[in-house]
């Protein structure tokens, strides 16, 4: 059974830093590609960050293009998304999710943890 838990949501001022963490269990993880999404209510979800499988390569949402990172530690199965410079808008659910190395889709998704960013 595939598991994505991520921990590290909170509040925080505008202009702060969070780092979320994601531990994945049940899957080959360095078959997945790894991304971040965010949602506000009533909003669609958004993709903010992917990493590939190895790590070697990454993209960014343009609103988050530096001051967001994403990285990934393969021997701990985790997958984590530093962010700095927050901003209100930054201010959501943050989900991770993974997505098979040759597929198109993000096949898993993990419960998700709320960052909020105050003014």
């Known amino acids: 059974q595939v598991q994505l838990v991520e921990s590290g949501g909170g509040l925080v001022q505008a202009g702060g830093s969070l780092r979320l963490s994601c531990a994945a269990s049940?899957?080959?993880?360095?078959?997945?590609?790894m991304g971040w999404f965010r949602q506000t209510p009533g909003r669609e979800r958004e993709f903010v960050a992917r990493?590939?499988?190895?790590?070697?390569?990454?993209y960014y949402t343009d609103s988050v293009k530096g001051r967001f990172t994403i990285s990934r530690d393969n021997a701990k199965n985790t997958v984590t998304l530093q962010m700095n410079s927050l901003k209100p808008e930054d201010t959501a659910e943050y989900y991770c999710a993974a997505q098979w190395k040759f597929g198109n889709k993000y096949n898993y998704w993990g419960q998700g943890t709320q960052v909020t960013v105050s003014s």
């Open positions: 049940g899957l080959i993880f360095s078959d997945y590609n």
């Open positions: 990493i590939s499988g190895s790590g070697g390569n990454t």
